[in-house]
């Protein structure tokens, strides 16, 4: 049975999988008055990023503590 961590680190991936494909179709259709969504959404995801980092840190410290 997963921990809540583990089912949040689930659902932080799937909105990271749902930006990432939002992203390159604003940037398949570029024009310059979507440059400001673009950067915002290049600012989200790295974001997204490194709290799955932090989030997958703490799993694993964890789990080694549980071992």
Do not use: C, R, T
């Not at 997963?2 to 259709?29: C, H, R, S």
């Amino acid at each position: 049975m997963k921990n809540p961590k583990e089912i949040a680190l689930d659902k932080i991936w799937n909105i990271l999988i749902a930006l990432l494909i939002g992203e390159v179709g604003i940037a398949y259709n570029y024009k310059p008055e979507n440059l400001p969504w673009l950067i915002l959404g290049l600012i989200a995801i790295l974001f997204i990023v490194a709290v799955i980092f932090i989030l997958s840190y703490q799993i694993s410290i964890e789990n080694k503590e549980e071992k």
